[in-house]
């Protein structure tokens, strides 16, 4: 989690969108995505927010998005016919594009 996140976030500062705070709660994972930030190689002078642990109230936002993602993906391929096997074959570019249509996505 850590190289992918880190990589992400290097390319947003390239691209001229600069992440500042980095909220997150305080799970095991994250803390592990804290110190590889901090690593010299990186440098990408991130501020750490920490939210409650296991607290819905905290994170429902990023949930709903999701959950209308995975509807949205879910709609595309029903409404294209699409049999069974080929569902599997074109999931992740269907969920991509329901990712990028997305109203809210960040």
Same mark, same amino acid.
């Given at each position: 989690?850590?190289?992918?996140? &880190? =990589?992400?976030? /290097? #390319? #947003?500062? +390239? %691209?001229? +969108? $600069?992440v500042k705070y980095f909220r997150m709660n305080t799970a095991g994972e =994250? =803390?592990? @995505?804290? +110190?590889?930030?901090? @690593?010299? /190689? #990186?440098?990408?002078?991130? =501020? !750490? *927010?920490? $939210?409650?642990?296991?607290?819905?109230?905290?994170?429902?936002?990023?949930?709903?998005?999701?959950?209308?993602?995975?509807?949205?993906?879910? %709609? &595309?391929?029903?409404?294209?016919? @699409?049999?069974?096997?080929?569902?599997?074959?074109?999931?992740? *570019?269907?969920? +991509? !594009?329901?990712? *990028?249509?997305?109203?809210? %996505? #960040?």
């Open positions: 989690m850590v190289e992918p996140t &880190c =990589k992400k976030i /290097n #390319w #947003w500062k +390239q %691209a001229g +969108q $600069t =994250k =803390k592990v @995505l804290e +110190q590889g930030a901090n @690593l010299a /190689n #990186w440098e990408l002078g991130l =501020k !750490y *927010k920490y $939210t409650a642990r296991e607290t819905p109230q905290h994170i429902h936002l990023a949930e709903l998005a999701i959950m209308s993602i995975t509807n949205k993906g879910r %709609a &595309c391929m029903a409404a294209a016919n @699409l049999p069974p096997a080929m569902r599997y074959a074109l999931r992740p *570019k269907v969920f +991509q !594009y329901a990712t *990028k249509t997305d109203a809210y %996505a #960040w």
